[in-house]
């Protein structure tokens, strides 16, 4: 047989694979095992003088391996063609990625912990990033939106009400537990697996799962960076969860300074990642500003305070702002959610404002790009 042969043949058990995965586990993991066999058989079939086919398909046979939990055969395989020094350089990186991959999985699967299937890769790159690092408060900062943003999906798919004040509910974060892993470096990386908690059996049988919990915050943040104005509103009807996943979506993108794209994939070879960069900052902006911000009323005249935030008190609805050593005091926030304004406590800020006789009406704030 030759590798086309082998090749048509793995793909169409891949995807038998993929259609029996949700609700016959087993029957799922034996097809990935032949697709993986196929493929292997079609790298073993093509030589490396053709660079970019062999590379693809040494990609694919490793990820196959991996899908099928045969991490062993995944690695022998990877590092048989990596030690061949005939890769193209994409298939090189990709192979890495999937090595590290597969050993914290290895590491998820003997912690004693019960994970869901997979993990969000999430990575910064350009500005201050370098290979494998980057600034601690930027990696802290982007962490906790994350978090903030599987909460926050927890309690929408739970039909909570909107909550503007305080951390997400302990029945909230018993359902799922974010872990955060190290990731295979290139730019800065790091993953984050979902525990299936035991507490979440305590809830009753309207708990989302972790596979709806996932694949929502993935909706949310493709449909946020690609279509905020339309499929986010079908998909988030309500107005108040909507402006709150928007906010807290802008705070993940990158002001084009620390950084330059932030991106979240479903595995190393994800062929359809979600990238946030300036663009998508910029977007986001324009609508809230457009749909969620107080309108300007005839008398009023715009404005923005730029400064550091020192104060908030929502409760009391007002925030204050250092600006050039002097506090300027905003009212009008109480409606602003605790885990959109709490994160950019002692950082420099932007504050649209509308004023009227002296007093300073909130708009809107974020981070200074």
């Not at 709150?244 to 705070?251: D, H, I, Q, S, V």
């Not at 902006?285 to 969620?292: A, C, G, S, V, Y």
């Not at 605790?338 to 950019?344: E, I, M, R, S």
Request: charged content about 25%; glycine content about 6%; proline content about 5%.
């Amino acid at each position: 047989m030759s590798w086309a042969d082998f090749h048509e043949r793995s793909e169409r058990l891949a995807a038998e694979a993929q259609a029996e995965a949700p609700t016959a586990h087993d029957r799922a993991l034996a097809l990935y095992v032949e697709a993986a066999q196929m493929e292997s058989h079609a790298l073993d079939a093509i030589t490396s003088a053709k660079p970019r086919t062999y590379g693809v398909t040494a990609v694919s046979a490793v990820a196959l391996w991996f899908k099928a939990k045969r991490f062993a055969n995944a690695q022998q395989l990877a590092h048989r063609v990596l030690s061949q020094n005939a890769l193209p350089p994409f298939a090189v990186e990709q192979l890495q990625g999937l090595l590290q991959s597969i050993w914290s999985e290895e590491v998820r699967q003997s912690a004693g912990f019960k994970f869901s299937e997979g993990a969000l890769l999430v990575s910064v790159s350009g500005g201050q990033t370098v290979t494998g690092g980057a600034p601690l408060d930027l990696v802290l900062s982007k962490v906790e939106g994350i978090q903030s943003l599987f909460f926050r999906t927890v309690e929408y798919l739970q039909r909570l009400p909107h909550r503007k004040r305080g951390a997400a509910p302990i029945e909230v974060q018993n359902v799922c537990r974010p872990w955060l892993f190290q990731a295979a470096p290139g730019s800065y990386q790091f993953a984050i697996a979902i525990e299936e908690t035991a507490q979440r059996t305590l809830f009753g049988p309207d708990v989302p799962s972790v596979e709806e919990i996932k694949g929502t915050f993935i909706g949310l943040l493709r449909d946020t960076t690609e279509d905020p104005s339309e499929a986010l509103a079908r998909r988030v009807p309500d107005k108040e969860y909507r402006g709150t996943f928007l906010k807290l979506t802008r705070a993940l993108a990158p002001t084009g300074k620390d950084f330059s794209v932030l991106t979240i994939k479903r595995s190393s070879t994800d062929p359809d990642p979600i990238n946030l960069d300036a663009e998508s900052r910029k977007t986001i902006t324009e609508l809230i500003r457009k749909d969620f911000t107080k309108p300007k009323e005839t008398g009023e005249t715009e404005g923005q305070l730029s400064g550091i935030l020192r104060a908030v008190h929502l409760d009391q609805d007002w925030l204050e702002v250092t600006v050039d050593g002097k506090h300027e005091r905003v009212y009008g926030v109480g409606e602003t959610a605790d885990d959109v304004v709490g994160p950019l406590m002692n950082r420099l800020v932007i504050v649209e404002i509308v004023t009227q006789g002296g007093r300073q009406m909130f708009r809107d704030i974020e981070a200074v790009p």
